[in-house]
């Protein structure tokens, strides 16, 4: 997605400061960030944020940071001391949203809870970001992704019927949760508009990955049902299933709709089928997908994913590759909507990573820089503040940047 540089972002003016870590709450900030808002990054001097050491390096540089970090400015404070604290509220009065994970009762000790933020700057918007949320029986226990995963019943419906529980081998709860925060940020900030006055978002990274499971808490209150673990089938219709090909790659097929079921049985030969009295109903598709997945794979089976994907797309059957990243990152339709789009880093040179994650027409999100290293730019963000050499030089000799 080719962005002028002076186009228009939609969140242009608007201060976040992201004092979050790992990784709901430092994600909604950069959701924000690609659309325009201006995102200052704070940080422990001495404990940067753990993303900036998860998974791969080069040159001792953490990837993740790169993609997690970027079109942020990077300063340090530490908040526990007379000086961060001050400095801290001195940002806050000229910033419209905060972004926190600390457990609950962390920033009341430091003397920077609700309270103290909203009387620097009534308009604020603070995003609490936290496991469990702010109240409740579990709210002060630790907590990450991996733990609403298993709590949600995500875990429980994940796997083959007769293994065990599987958990995504990413930040899945995470990344859902940040998704939600950034909407629940600008929804507060939509109210702010209205009413002139910010407020506090109490998210819990346990309540959106149950949002998105649909409405198993419906079914299981209106008639007791529990969803079991289908593996690649669905409860719900059939044939539903990823199938080996005869060069040995994967494809997945879906036909949610029963016109696309009726096309792939005519395309595997199997035609006879869409005449049974079951085939009527997806739910009743799916009490015979043993039938039905045998039909599919066997036909399958005996082609290249070449030919296969010829064939389903000729058919209009729903059809697609199940890739890995070395895929994705050749696959044509993410080539045309720059879905991996190249950035210039001052430190690693030109990366490639996730672009933004919509397009507008008008005012377009754009990635203006990768993760910052480490207090990049905390005398200049200071310096716009009004510290003069003196004060930076004082709050150095705290320990406080």
Do not use: C
Not at 64 to 83: E, F, H, M, Q, Y
Not at 112 to 125: C, D, K
Not at 139 to 150: D, Q, S, W
Not at 246 to 258: E, I, K, P
């Amino acid at each position: 997605m080719s962005t002028p540089a002076n186009a228009p972002q939609s969140l242009s003016g608007l201060r976040v400061l992201d004092l979050a870590t790992l990784f709901a709450g430092p994600m909604a900030a950069t959701l924000l960030g690609d659309f325009g808002a201006e995102v200052i990054k704070v940080e422990h001097p001495d404990r940067p944020d753990p993303s900036r050491g998860h998974g791969p390096a080069k040159q001792g540089i953490g990837l993740w940071w790169k993609v997690l970090g970027r079109n942020k400015r990077a300063i340090t404070l530490d908040l526990s001391k007379p000086g961060g604290r001050a400095t801290l509220l001195r940002l806050a009065a000229t910033a419209d949203v905060v972004i926190e994970n600390f457990r609950p009762g962390t920033l009341e000790k430091w003397d920077l809870g609700w309270a103290e933020l909203s009387a620097a700057n009534p308009r604020l918007v603070l995003a609490r970001v936290t496991a469990f949320g702010q109240f409740g029986p579990y709210a002060h226990r630790p907590g990450f992704g991996t733990l609403a995963e298993a709590l949600s019943g995500f875990a429980a419906l994940t796997g083959e019927p007769d293994a065990p529980p599987t958990l995504p081998p990413f930040g899945l709860a995470d990344s859902v949760a940040a998704l939600a925060t950034a909407y629940a940020v600008l929804t507060a900030l939509a109210a702010r508009d209205r009413t002139g006055d910010g407020q506090v978002v109490d998210m819990a990274i346990i309540e959106p990955i149950l949002a998105v499971l649909g409405p198993q808490p419906t079914w299981y209150d209106q008639l007791g049902h529990v969803q079991e673990r289908t593996g690649n089938r669905s409860a719900n219709n059939a044939p539903r299933n990823t199938y080996r090909t005869a060069d040995g790659l994967w494809v997945a097929v879906s036909t949610s709709a029963q016109s696309v079921a009726e096309r792939v049985m005519r395309l595997v030969g199997r035609p006879e089928l869409i005449e049974e009295p079951w085939f009527a109903t997806g739910a009743e598709r799916a009490a015979h997908a043993d039938v039905l997945d045998e039909a599919v794979g066997s036909w399958i089976a005996a082609r290249t994913r070449a030919e296969v994907l010829a064939a389903f797309e000729k058919a209009q059957a729903a059809v697609a590759p199940v890739q890995d990243v070395r895929d994705v990152m050749a696959d044509p339709q993410y080539r045309a909507l720059d879905t991996v789009t190249t950035v210039a880093d001052p430190e690693l040179g030109p990366l490639r990573m996730q672009n933004v994650l919509f397009r507008l027409s008008a005012t377009p999100g754009a990635i203006r820089w990768a993760g910052r290293p480490h207090g990049a730019d905390t005398d200049a963000v200071l310096t716009e503040l009004g510290l003069t050499p003196a004060g930076l030089r004082a709050l150095r000799e705290e320990g406080a940047v």
